[in-house]
């Protein structure tokens, strides 16, 4: 890890967590009363995310890193353990005005930009959806929800956002779906980014793009980042900390840098030799 890296991973370790997993484990039933069998997707993981700091999840698909982001988003209930945010358990709460209120502050941000985004809805609608079911309830106050939408698409870098605000996800590109699909987990400033897989979908081209908006949103709104891949070396590239995951559990995790210079864990160093190197000889 560079110098500069350093001091900034550290002092955030100091500060508590914003969100937390504790002891999470979400099994699956699958099969009929004859052949009824149980998926253990996830076991025992455990989890701190700090203001400012993106941990990455690593792993082939079917490791459960999907499965641990849909948790900690409240679209699956876990089997067992805990999420606490600021501090506080949320399980306990299922009511409308706590689930809402937590997913205000926790937002996901999906694998497919076209498949996260209604067809028959233009862009507009999709910021000012949002705006309105959460009431604006920052800095949304005394603007009008279609410049909060500029503002939106703006920071996102769709310029003009006139133009884009008024179109319709099939006109525009997979890096321009997930722009909007940004913005729109932007609305209601939250303090948490769960990132599902955002760039597999996307021309390589476009990736560091993505990459690099999720990089100035972390650092300008201190948003903790949860960032799920299966790709190591944008792991490297964008994330404070990496956690590998096989088959439901944690093998190795620590600073990115050190992980991918010194990986320990055999998994870790199979990842790592997939990983394409202009530098190896075949």
Do not use: C, W
């Not at 409240?74 to 709460?93: A, C, M, N, W």
């Not at 980042?225 to 590998?244: G, I, K, N």
């Not at 995951?245 to 995790?253: D, F, K, L, R, W």
């Amino acid at each position: 890890m560079s110098t500069e890296q350093t001091p900034r991973l550290e002092t955030l370790i100091n500060k508590p967590p914003i969100l937390e997993a504790r002891n999470l484990t979400k099994h699956f039933i699958s099969g009929n009363a004859l052949s009824r069998r149980v998926v253990r997707a996830l076991q025992d993981f455990n989890l701190r995310l700090y203001p400012g700091k993106v941990v990455a999840l690593v792993g082939e698909s079917g490791s459960g890193k999907s499965t641990a982001s849909r948790l900690l988003s409240r679209l699956y209930e876990p089997t067992s353990g805990d999420i606490l945010f600021e501090g506080k358990s949320v399980l306990q709460h299922k009511d409308r005005r706590s689930m809402l209120h937590y997913r205000s502050e926790v937002q996901m941000i999906f694998q497919d930009p076209f498949s996260s985004l209604n067809p028959i809805h233009s862009v507009d609608y999709h910021l000012q959806r949002p705006l309105q079911i959460h009431h604006n309830r920052r800095s949304g106050k005394g603007k009008t929800k279609r410049s909060q939408v500029l503002n939106l698409l703006n920071r996102v870098a769709l310029d003009p956002p006139e133009d884009y605000a008024s179109k319709y996800p099939h006109q525009l590109s997979g890096g321009q779906r997930q722009r909007v699909a940004i913005a729109r987990a932007l609305a209601v400033e939250p303090k948490v980014i769960l990132a599902d897989e955002p760039i597999s979908m996307l021309d390589v081209s476009i990736r560091i793009g993505i990459l690099n908006l999720m990089s100035e949103l972390r650092d300008q709104d201190n948003i903790a980042f949860l960032y799920v891949t299966h790709d190591l070396a944008s792991a490297r590239y964008f994330s404070d900390e990496t956690m590998v995951m096989y088959a439901g559990h944690v093998v190795e995790s620590g600073a990115s840098e050190e992980l991918i210079r010194n990986p320990q864990h055999p998994y870790t160093q199979l990842l790592l030799s997939a990983v394409p190197d202009p530098a190896r000889r075949p």
